[in-house]
Nanobody, 123 residues
Framework: QVQLVESGGGLVQAGGPLRPPCAASGRTSGSYAMGWFRQAPGKEREFVAAISWGGGFTYYADSVKGRFTISRDNSKNTAYLQMSSLRPEDTAVYYC????????????????WGQGTQVAVSS
């Protein structure tokens, strides 16, 4: 079992940055790809970004490409989502996820999910 805990959400003005971390614990000896998803009120959960175990491959939704950067520090069992140029439409609950396969994350599936952190962007 892998436990994922997101933090670092909050209220930020449009254009501002935010960098929520996702800390993994438990059976972290496995090779897991990590990803971020988000769900806005009244909308389905959507894929945001994913990173392979070694960090060599990253993938992004078109809506965040060029503004968000996913990274990870395996020595700390932590993944990050650097969010820049935030827009009101980025307001959502952001979820961290882990799966052995990066492509699973890209298709919206994951073995493990965090509880989510709220991000609100004011105009």
């Amino acid at each position: 079992q892998v436990q994922l805990v997101e933090s670092g959400g909050g209220l930020v003005q449009a254009g501002g940055p935010l960098r929520p971390p996702c800390a993994a614990s438990g059976r972290t000896s496995g090779s897991y790809a990590m990803g971020w998803f988000r769900q806005a009120p009244g909308k389905e959960r959507e894929f945001v970004a994913a990173i392979s175990w070694g960090g060599g491959f990253t993938y992004y939704a078109d809506s965040v490409k060029g503004r968000f950067t996913i990274s990870r520090d395996n020595s700390k069992n932590t993944a990050y989502l650097q969010m820049s140029s935030l827009r009101p439409e980025d307001t959502a609950v952001y979820y961290c996820a882990a799966d052995p396969q990066t492509n699973s994350l890209r298709s919206g599936k994951a073995d493990y999910w965090g509880q989510g952190t709220q991000v609100a962007v004011s105009s």
